[in-house]
């Protein structure tokens, strides 16, 4: 399985940006996917994630009523829409997937609940 995020940039503060991932595997682009990112001395945190169908979602507080995922499975493609940036949300971005349609909150916020993982794509928020 392999994940490829794209989409990073340098955008100023309350500018947007959509991040892409796309998966290639035999049948892994039918199961859920987080979205986490990561700063220089800590640890890596979760963004979002979306059940395989795209009718869940869950987002963390940081980033709730800004950020939208959403997925195109005809293209094996994820998203997630970046709108509102703010400078604390500059970060390298990770798409992250399992063999899961969906779980529990207290599991799909963890790292450790993702086998494959994207090679990051980089955003940065000026103010």
């Known amino acids: 399985v392999q994940l490829q995020a794209s989409g990073g940039g340098l955008v100023q503060a309350g500018d947007s940006l959509r991040l892409s991932c796309a998966v290639f595997?035999?049948?892994?682009?039918?199961?859920?996917v987080g979205w986490f990112r990561q700063t220089p001395g800590k640890e890596r945190e979760f963004v979002a994630a979306i059940s395989w169908n795209g009718g869940s979602t869950y987002y963390a507080d940081s980033v709730k009523g800004r950020f939208t995922a959403s997925r195109d499975n005809t293209k094996n493609t994820m998203y997630l829409q970046m709108n509102s940036l703010k400078p604390e949300d500059t970060a390298v971005y990770y798409c992250?997937?399992?063999?899961?349609?969906?779980?529990?909150?207290?599991?799909?916020?963890?790292?450790?609940?993702?086998?494959?993982w994207g090679q990051g794509t980089l955003v940065t928020v000026s103010s």
């Open positions: 595997g035999r049948g892994f682009t039918r199961y859920m």
């Open positions: 992250a997937t399992n063999n899961r349609l969906w779980e529990r909150v207290s599991v799909l916020i963890r790292t450790d609940s993702y086998d494959y």
